[in-house]
């Protein structure tokens, strides 16, 4: 309505019954009127089919908004009336800086260049540390500088198998270079290979990248098992795109100070997580044991490898 003059914008064809409730919603932005009767957006007469928008600026500024009736209805009844704003402002937001520390002292390095066979038992290249399985019934075989999951498509390693080497510091910065199993997509290959931190066997968390034919995106997950709880369901993940591939080689860092952790592939940060933004009750995990794992996450790894093992303090 303008001077006291109407125009009609929109026209509904819908029958509207007596006795019945009838769902009505406007939406207008300032520039562009569209309104919807029980869910159906409703059109303007001259292109009923096509035009479901009514551009008018004129009242762009005003902030009025309420209930008419234009002719008197006994019978007619009003409820659940919402009116909303177009714009509402948000207070400056300082969040701060991702969480990261960095370790300054290399404590253990293994570039898996000395012996054969079966990575248990074998000490590191720095630090004396000697690798132990601590998790699982697979195999990680040292060959040629890399430890590599004894596995292949036909078989795949059985389940969550891990080698650690022992750490008595609050913080860790680990790095490994992983090579995905295979050489291209369709091969059936799948790549689980990660690093894990271990208080104890009821309590550690798993970082591991997920590879596969599945889908052509691939991502970093993290895996939680505190005071004997875990549940697959509750694992965070961040989807790193094309970032990494089968065959080729690409650096996994985690920093982790016992609760904050990041995530780095190929240097650059692709997750940062705190264990108590999961589970807010968790105490933070002494960091007792860490090294390298293949986990299962829908499916099993079928030949990663490591090489480069290094740790910070």
């Not at 064809?13 to 939406?27: F, K, R």
């Not at 928008?53 to 762009?60: I, P």
């Not at 709880?229 to 989807?239: G, H, L, P, Q, R």
Request: aromatic residues 12%; proline residues 4%; contains cysteine.
């Amino acid at each position: 309505m303008e001077a006291g003059e109407t125009k009609e914008i929109f026209v509904s064809e819908e029958v509207i019954t007596a006795n019945s409730i009838t769902y009505l919603q406007i939406l207008d932005d300032g520039q562009e009127l569209r309104i919807y009767l029980n869910g159906k957006l409703i059109s303007r007469p001259e292109q009923p089919e096509t035009n479901h928008v009514f551009t008018d600026e004129r009242l762009a500024t005003a902030t009025g908004v309420g209930i008419a009736m234009f002719e008197a209805n006994s019978d007619l009844y009003l409820q659940n009336f919402e009116a909303h704003p177009r714009t509402v402002f948000l207070p400056s937001l300082d969040l701060g800086l991702p969480w990261w520390r960095e370790g300054t002292d290399i404590v253990i390095q293994d570039d898996f260049q000395v012996g054969q066979g079966d990575l248990a038992g074998k000490t590191t290249q720095l630090g004396d540390r000697v690798w132990q399985k601590t998790i699982g019934k697979g195999v990680f075989k040292i060959q040629s500088g890399i430890a590599l999951i004894d596995a292949s498509v036909e078989h795949p390693n059985p389940g969550r198998t891990a080698y650690t080497v022992a750490w008595d510091n609050p913080l860790a910065d680990v790095s490994v270079t992983i090579l995905p199993p295979g050489k291209e997509r369709g091969q059936g290959e799948k790549g689980r290979a990660g690093l894990i931190f271990w208080q104890d066997r009821d309590n550690y968390i798993i970082i591991n990248t997920w590879l596969d034919d599945f889908y052509a995106g691939e991502s970093i997950s993290c895996f939680f098992r505190l005071d004997g709880f875990e549940e697959i369901y509750d694992a965070v993940w961040s989807n790193i795109g094309q970032a990494i591939a089968f065959g080729q080689p690409y650096s996994l860092r985690v920093v982790f100070d016992g609760n904050n952790y990041t995530v780095q592939v190929n240097e650059q940060t692709v997750l940062y997580r705190a264990l108590t933004d999961v589970y807010p009750w968790a105490d933070a995990l002494n960091i007792n044991r860490l090294g390298i794992v293949a986990n299962w996450e829908w499916g099993d790894d079928t030949g990663s490898g490591f090489s480069n093992f290094m740790v910070s303090k």
